[in-house]
């Protein structure tokens, strides 16, 4: 196996973490096993503890001791990535957290990854706490890549995998996938896995090794943060190179036109028929968004400018925390100055466009990550749209009138609670007919799994609506948006889940907090058209089974999963 270089970066992302280090008491630790307080803080600062225990293992071996130890002792286990999660799957959202929490950091010495060329496919084995970017440079030394990825290189694959992370894209007309290519989740690439589980008949926790064709294999594919999973071997394809044009001169009208309408406009449509991978990042009180649309380009384009490391557009994830908390604090502050600050966003990514990142090719790498941490620090909100090809359009085009309507609403009494910009991307489903092993089982708990009562759904519209966390009136738009979402989309000709990773169940306060959604609508979504042998309920008994401690469980999983 090859070393990879992340354990660097994730060295310098716990010492930024890390304000004090003091004595503190673990009552029968095992020995020999570093342990530091931290100040735990996720993505857009909504979830924030101090000095909390964090252990670091070194070997398999540790982490076992350090899991039977939390079993024994009463302690919950919360494995750490980077944080750049916005929903409380490690700990309470607004709340001191509970006593008897133990994070455990494998970023130090969990990185490793192997590869194996086959005839058709390649197999990766990689640790789950190598960052993705790591991952994608080792891939790519050897000829590999994926169809589509999560934008920001700073995520570790366990964290990708636990939520089933995304990027985008479909096929395109005409397009013959490489093979070993999936166009769902990284989820779906999964052909093993190691977990730590509880093992019934030595009454202690193990590491046990699941095959993508055992049914208990399923829910651990996205589990949600409700595991503990150290390796995981995965299916990957040929390299290819793309083209990833910008384009900022397209109204909003046209983009999410009418169905009707769509042929003879710049429909999303359009551009998924022709290229099949597509991202619209509209800014708010904006009329044109930001574009971009990538496609598979074997040879360089000439207008286009090669590029050969990610991250081409510097002038938008290169911003300090501190100026996000400036820019934060002006908005909560001054409401009134959203819409010039909207048309200042639009007109900086426009004016600095026109220079080499308008139109980029190279390796996918190269294309596919495009954020950095140093990125504006706002939260979101995030759904998956289920629905047949034909429909994208349809429901891009009730969704853009109704965020239009209700910005509208609010801007009518002077609240401007929406101050980010909406994110909109495409992809397939969690087709197991793309897995290169047999009897390969759904994840059952991927925000994209088919429902077989419906064979014509066969892509999701992902979108999100930004805005910083503390904004006035920002959680009674999300809960509007979000009540209307679960309306329109309810198995007519759509159907709506959650993006775990982002913000849901919006209360009257605070997200994460209703308990319709928590204990209902979630339930039901995983539940509809779909078969008792990997619904909902099979998919929580399975995570008991292998977790009856409830060691990994966060208090929001404990409440979503007793239902």
């Known amino acids: 196996m090859a070393s990879s270089d992340s354990t660097k970066k994730s060295d310098l992302s716990l010492q930024e973490n890390t304000l004090h280090e003091f004595e503190f008491n673990l009552p029968n630790f095992p020995e020999n096993i570093t342990c530091k307080n931290i100040s735990y803080r996720n993505w857009s600062g909504e979830i924030q503890a101090d000095n909390i225990p964090c252990c670091i293992p070194r070997s398999v071996k540790d982490v076992i001791s350090v899991v039977n130890w939390a079993w024994r002792e009463n302690y919950k286990l919360r494995p750490i990535g980077q944080s750049h999660n916005w929903s409380p799957l490690i700990m309470d959202s607004g709340k001191r957290p509970r006593k008897h929490i133990l994070l455990m950091d494998l970023s130090h010495h969990f990185t490793h990854v192997n590869i194996e060329h086959h005839d058709k496919f390649s197999i990766v084995t990689a640790q789950s706490a190598i960052l993705m970017e790591t991952l994608m440079t080792e891939m790519e030394k050897q000829g590999l890549g994926f169809t589509a990825t999560p934008a ?41 896995l190691s977990a730590v589980v509880w093992d019934a008949k030595s009454q202690q926790y193990i590491v046990k090794r699941f095959e993508r064709s055992d049914p208990d294999c399923a829910p651990l594919l996205a589990h949600v943060g409700s595991a503990l999973i150290l390796e995981v071997q995965f299916q990957s394809g040929k390299n290819q190179r793309l083209r990833c044009q910008s384009f900022v001169d397209i109204p909003a009208a046209e983009l999410f036109s009418a169905p009707e ?45 090669e590029v050969d490391a990610p991250y081409n557009y510097s002038f938008s994830d290169n ?62 909100n995030g759904y998956a749209v289920l629905t047949r090809r034909t429909n994208i359009q349809r429901v891009l085009h009730v969704f853009y009138t109704q965020w239009q309507s209700l910005i509208k609403e609010f801007e009518s009494k002077g609240q401007y609670p929406i101050n980010g910009p909406i994110e909109v991307r495409v992809t397939g489903l969690d087709d197991t007919s793309e897995v ?3 009897n390969a089982v759904t994840p059952s708990l991927s925000a994209i799994r088919p429902i077989p009562e419906h064979p014509e759904w066969d892509v999701a519209v992902w979108l999100d609506i930004l805005t910083f966390p503390k904004t ?11 009540k209307w979402l679960f309306q329109e989309f309810n198995g007519n000709y759509a159907f709506a889940r959650v993006e775990w990773s982002k913000g849901w169940a919006y209360g009257k306060t605070a997200a994460w907090e209703d308990d319709d959604i928590l204990t209902k609508t979630i339930p039901t979504s995983f539940n509809y058209g779909l078969p008792t042998n990997n619904n909902w309920h099979l998919a929580i008994s399975t995570l008991q089974k292998y977790d009856p401690h409830r060691i990994f469980r966060s208090p929001l999983l404990d409440k979503l999963f007793s239902h």
């Open 261 to 305: 309408n769509a042929a003879k406009n710049r429909s999303l449509s359009q551009f998924i028929d022709k290229s099949g991978r597509t991202e619209i990042i509209l800014f708010p009180f904006t009329d044109k968004p930001w574009l971009k649309v990538w496609s598979v380009s074997p040879k360089k384009p000439a207008s286009s400018i």
């Open 436 to 438: 290169m092993v047999a």
């Open 319 to 380: 911003i300090p925390p501190i100026l996000s908390d400036i820019a934060e604090n002006t908005l909560i502050n001054a409401p009134g100055l959203t819409p010039i600050i909207g048309e200042t966003q639009y007109q900086l990514v426009r004016t600095l466009l026109q220079d080499r990142a308008k139109d980029i090719w190279g390796w996918s790498k190269n294309l596919l990550l495009y954020v950095k941490p140093t990125t504006l620090r706002v939260t979101a």
């Open 152 to 192: 920001p290189g700073d995520l570790t694959l366990g964290a990708v995998l636990a939520i089933n992370g995304h990027g985008t894209g479909v096929k395109a007309l005409g397009e013959v996938p490489l093979s070993g290519h999936i166009y769902g989740s990284l989820s779906n690439t999964i052909l093993s």
């Open 472 to 482: 006035p009136h920002a959680i009674e738009f999300m809960r509007k948006f979000e």
